[in-house]
């Protein structure tokens, strides 16, 4: 945050100032120091500044200051992409008008009209609303904005995308032309800039963007996973990466309401957050995930925009995102008012290019991480039991079972007791470890390589060993896999589940006149002395 300018010297009213000072704001940000001044000189502002740097708050302090409470009329209107980007920023505008007899409504879709019609009708000074709903009171004549004097799109960029460009126009139709029209947003495309000069008054731009267009207390990283392991190496990730509160991002409702179902039944406290829930449910789910109710919330790109929740430690790319804008919003929703943050990104091999369209858009460099064995992933829960013993050890609050554990001495060692306690602990800790999959490359080879001491010199082919392991084993031959036959000895390949039989099975019987030994080849062997697949 700026240390030079203050909120002081902005020229705010007292009411506006003691909000402030209530919201625990020390100092404007840079955004907010740059723009207020020009906003209150009556500047139309196009304003651009990193995710998380106060850009509600500066523009919400001049509407705390423009409108004017004893005029009954809407005389501010914020409009954002999301309903709960609309809940968010009308919250924070209640806040800044605390001490002002101003009142604001948030009008969004799904939410019940009856309600909305009321307070419309009971007098608004500011409202804050998503683009459809907006509309929807504009037509049924519940709302009029021809006093409106300031309008405002927060997440501009998005607001004039194709999406949502004919109803922001239809809505700026309302208002009169002598409003002021304010851009908010973290990325502002050029042809966005252009394009937004026809709804505006020689705007002046705002740029607060240092080298980087992601916020550098973001650590960021990726990992290459395997599609078809996509879910398991996110559930590894999580628990190396200690990752308390994490946003994940899906591509679609679909992936996010599987991955939910594959969380859940992993133990993770989580639920997913999309267009096609009920507006209840939405708004429960959020609640319970900015309440620490929930670890987790897994979202489509709804959620990728303007939210502002406190305690999220990371955000996970689960899906790439599609454009390098996304992730700059997505991962923005840690590393907020200068904290710091962690965003991951799971990409496949083909996804790789899209990264490095994300890093040229960011100018920033997103480090490589490799996905956790479960080696990895064993030892560090076991270190982790181990410092927590420790702990408990030094704490010594302990005595009232040290009884048990003499009366256990009585009849076993004291170091299987305190074993078998660990295995008890690990085991409860481990839980999830036991249903992670292994992955192709983890696992041991299905086949091995046996040593059997017949070879050229014995005029051996690879068919008599084939053979004579099917007679005496009475396995098919197909358990055989290559076979090496060197001058005095060879290798056979066969399948690791039958290996113990055939080695057993062998011992019994002769081939070319010799006594037959069969045992594991050893790794130095195995080495150096593979031939074409018999
Ligand atoms: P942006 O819209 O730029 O992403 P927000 O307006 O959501 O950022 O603000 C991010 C967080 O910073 C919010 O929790 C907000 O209350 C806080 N904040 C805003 N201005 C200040 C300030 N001047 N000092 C401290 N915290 C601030
Ligand atoms: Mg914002």
Redesign the pocket.
């Known amino acids: ?1 700026n240390t030079e300018v203050t909120f002081e010297s902005l020229n705010l009213s007292s009411g506006v100032l003691k909000a402030i000072e209530e ?7 840079s ?2 120091s740059a723009a207020i001044p020009l906003i209150m000189k009556g500047e139309d502002v196009i304003a651009q ?9 500066a523009f919400g302090i001049p509407v705390a200051e423009i409108v004017d409470p004893t005029n009954r009329n809407v005389q501010a209107i914020i409009i954002t992409p999301t309903r709960e980007l609309c809940i968010q920023v009308a919250g ?1 505008i209640s806040k800044l008008c605390r001490h002002k007899r101003i009142r604001e409504l948030p009008i969004y879709g799904g939410q019940s009209y009856d309600m909305q019609f009321k307070a419309l009708r009971q007098g608004v000074h500011v409202v804050v609303g998503t683009p459809g709903r907006v509309i929807d009171h504009i037509k049924r004549g519940t709302l009029k904005l021809n006093d409106v004097k300031i309008a405002i799109l927060d997440e501009a960029d998005e607001m004039l995308d194709m999406g949502f460009i004919d109803d922001i126009e239809q809505i700026l139709k309302e208002t009169s032309t002598d409003r002021q029209t304010m851009l ?1 947003s ?1 990325t502002m495309p050029m042809a966005i800039k252009t394009l937004a000069k026809k709804y505006m008054k020689s705007p002046q731009i705002v740029a607060i963007t240092p080298q980087q267009v992601t916020v550098n207390l973001i650590e960021q990283y990726y990992y290459e996973v395997k599609e078809k392991y996509r879910f398991d190496s996110l559930c590894r990730i999580l628990e190396t990466e200690h990752a308390e509160s994490a946003m994940v991002f899906c591509r679609t409702k679909r992936n996010v309401d599987e991955l939910v179902e594959g969380m859940q039944s992993m133990g993770y406290s989580v639920e997913g957050l999309h267009g096609d829930m009920t507006q209840s449910h939405r708004t429960n789910v959020m609640n319970k995930f900015k309440s620490g109710v929930l670890d987790f919330l897994v979202a489509t790109d709804v959620a990728a925009r ?1 939210l ?1 929740i ?1 305690s999220v430690t990371h955000v996970i790319n689960y899906n790439i995102p599609e454009d390098p804008e996304s992730y700059v919003h997505r991962i ?1 929703r840690t590393g ?2 200068g904290r710091e943050g962690t965003a991951i990104t799971l990409i496949t091999a083909r996804e790789m290019r899209m990264l490095r369209i994300i890093e040229q858009f960011t100018r920033s460099k997103i480090k490589r991480k490799d996905v956790p064995t479960l080696k990895d992933i064993h030892e560090q829960l076991t270190t982790k039991t181990v410092e927590k013993l420790v702990n408990t050890i030094t704490e010594g609050n302990f005595s009232e079972y040290k009884p048990i554990i003499l009366n256990l001495a009585d009849e076993y060692d004291l170091v299987d007791i305190a074993a078998s306690a660990f295995k008890y602990i690990a085991d409860l800790e481990h839980g999830k470890l036991s249903v992670m999959e292994e992955h192709e490359q983890e696992k041991e080879p299905e086949t091995v390589r046996l040593f059997i001491n017949i070879g050229r010199k014995d005029k051996v082919m690879p068919a008599d060993i084939v053979r004579s392991i099917a007679d005496v084993s009475g396995l098919p031959g197909s358990i055989v896999g290559v076979i090496d036959i060197l001058d005095s000895y060879s290798f056979v390949e066969v399948q690791r589940d039958h290996a113990d039989a055939v080695m057993k099975s062998m011992k019994t019987i002769k081939i070319k006149g010799r006594k037959i030994n069969m045992e594991k080849a050893n790794r130095n062997q195995n080495q150096g002395q593979r031939r074409p697949r018999y």
Not at 23 to 28: A, Q, V
Not at 51 to 57: E, I, Q, S, V
């Open positions: 945050m919201m625990g704001f020390e100092s404007p940000s955004i907010q500044a990193q995710t998380g740097t106060g850009k509600t708050a924070e908010f973290a303007g502002d406190e923005g907020r008012a």
